[in-house]
């Protein structure tokens, strides 16, 4: 049974830095495409970035446009797990945010149906 955990969500101020990390358990080989999304009541849930191994030590990596260049998406190979830092933060990256697993590689990176594992959320909220 493949389980995720986040951790690391929390409130701070704009401009500031949190980093989310996501714990991955379970029969966890072929899970290559690893993101992480985030939602709030008033939108869909949106992909913000995404790893997936290219070689040994290399992976590829993608984000939404309105992260580029504050988020960085980095994967512990050692611990099983990925993490997102996020600096320059804004109050519209408040949301809850998701990470996700999957074996499904193809496609677009932000659909949501690539991924067969969730976690259950952490909060992130970012007051001006």
């Known amino acids: 049974q493949v389980q995720l955990l986040e951790s690391g969500g929390g409130s701070v101020q704009a401009g500031g830095s949190l980093t989310l990390s996501c714990s991955i358990s379970?029969?966890?080989?072929?899970?290559?495409?690893l993101a992480w999304f985030r939602q709030t009541p008033e939108k869909e849930r949106e992909g913000v970035a995404y790893?997936?191994?290219?070689?040994?030590?290399?992976?590829?990596?993608a984000y939404a446009d309105s992260v580029k260049g504050r988020f960085t998406i980095s994967k512990d190979k050692a611990k099983n797990a990925f993490h997102l830092q996020m600096n320059s933060l804004k109050p519209e990256d408040s949301a809850m945010y998701y990470c996700?697993?999957?074996?499904?590689?193809?496609?677009?990176?932000?659909?949501?149906?690539?991924?067969?594992?969730w976690g259950q959320g952490t909060q992130v909220t970012v007051s001006s």
């Open positions: 996700a697993a999957g074996d499904r590689h193809g496609g677009s990176w932000a659909d949501l149906s690539l991924y067969n594992y």
């Open positions: 790893i997936y191994p290219r070689e040994e030590f290399s992976y590829w990596v």
């Open positions: 379970g029969d966890t080989a072929s899970l290559n495409d």
